[in-house]
């Protein structure tokens, strides 16, 4: 595995590592995000991998579809199901053809249900509340607007969970504002870096998912921080697929990884076998080391997560194959 600079760790040192892309990171440093004016103007060892569930998963016909069709994708796209859109329109924009086949869906986790109810009773408890995923983003503004859309501040892990609550509908509704992003978008910095607030209670809500590590709450108990947190939804592999899909994603050269549950959704259901025949291009180490601890190799990381540095992995990928020109 490499990343697109060196590897943090040897043990993750499968390949040669290859220079950092020069596609913008996240953010520069630890940094307070601006908030937004309000309409007054004032700033308020390897595992071995599952056998494939392919030929027992039912067929659905419009589970996945197949970007410029005429020509064989050279990528497969694997986040859930309406979440590929950025990362296809940068690689497209690039001659790249993809084809959509979410490994994951999402469902409710044990503690959705008690979200909105600490929100409406306990939010002056909590100096931040931690976001890591555009879907725990979009999982908690249901519960907070579940409870009355109670005054919160939010940290998030990275540009793309900040979208969720950038959007012209979320910014008319008056969602939060995400005041806090780490320099780089993974759970390693968040925790070190997230600030303490002044006179307050070193108290952190943390919605996330059922799978989800204890990266983050272990590093913010380090520092005294108490955690809260709650698994309000869960990553499950995909019940449904095209078979004709299917077929076409196993001839691919390089499969997308966004997140632990994808990578081990795909070996899952496509084989051991066929993912050993391909690039594993994962959005950060996080995807990264699930692939690892999956027995896999062909495996590179964007060191600084987000779409462009993502984008940049997929093309070191298929430039390696000589199935695109060197930069």
């Known amino acids: 595995m490499s990343a697109c600079t060196a590897a943090p760790a040897a043990s993750l040192a499968r390949q040669t590592a290859v220079p950092r892309p020069s596609s913008p990171s996240i953010a520069t440093s630890p940094q307070l995000l601006p908030q937004r004016p ?3 103007g004032s700033r308020a060892a390897a595992v071995p991998a599952p056998k494939p ?3 027992r998963l ?3 016909h419009a589970a996945a579809r197949v970007m410029a069709a005429t020509v064989p994708a ?3 796209l694997t986040r859930e199901q309406g979440k590929n859109d950025a990362l ?3 690689l497209e924009s690039r001659g790249i053809s993809c084809l959509e086949l979410p490994m994951v869906e999402t469902a409710a986790g044990p503690d959705q249900a008690r979200l909105p109810q600490v929100l409406a009773e306990r939010h002056q408890e909590f100096d931040w509340v931690c976001i890591t995923s555009p879907e725990a983003a979009s999982v908690f503004l249901t519960g907070w607007r579940a409870a009355g859309r109670p005054p919160v501040r939010v940290a998030v892990v990275g540009e793309g969970t900040a979208r969720v609550f950038q959007t012209p509908a979320a910014v008319a509704e008056g ?9 780089v978008a993974n759970a390693e910095h968040f925790g070190p870096e997230l600030p303490v607030i002044e006179g307050g209670t070193m108290r952190i809500l943390y919605p996330s998912s059922n799978k989800a590590s204890t990266v983050l709450q272990s590093g913010l108990t380090e520092r005294g921080f108490e ?3 709650l698994n309000t939804y869960d990553t499950l592999p995909v019940s449904q697929l095209d078979e004709g899909q299917l077929a076409a994603a196993k001839q691919a050269a390089v499969v997308t990884i966004g997140s632990p549950s994808a990578i081990k959704a795909w070996v899952q259901i496509v084989g051991e076998e066929a993912t050993r025949g391909m690039s594993i291009a994962c959005i950060g180490s996080t995807s990264a080391r699930a692939a690892e601890k999956l027995g896999l190799q062909a495996i590179k990381y964007a060191e600084e997560p987000g779409v462009d540095t993502w984008a940049a992995v997929v093309q070191e990928c298929l430039q390696e194959r000589q199935l695109l020109p060197a930069a």
């Open 58 to 60: 039912p067929c659905r």
């Open 227 to 229: 955690v809260l947190r």
């Open 38 to 40: 309000t309409a007054g």
């Open 88 to 90: 296809r329109k940068v």
């Open 74 to 76: 050279q990528v497969v």
């Open 175 to 183: 969602v939060p504002e995400p005041q806090f992003v780490p320099t």
């Open 53 to 55: 569930l392919a030929a």
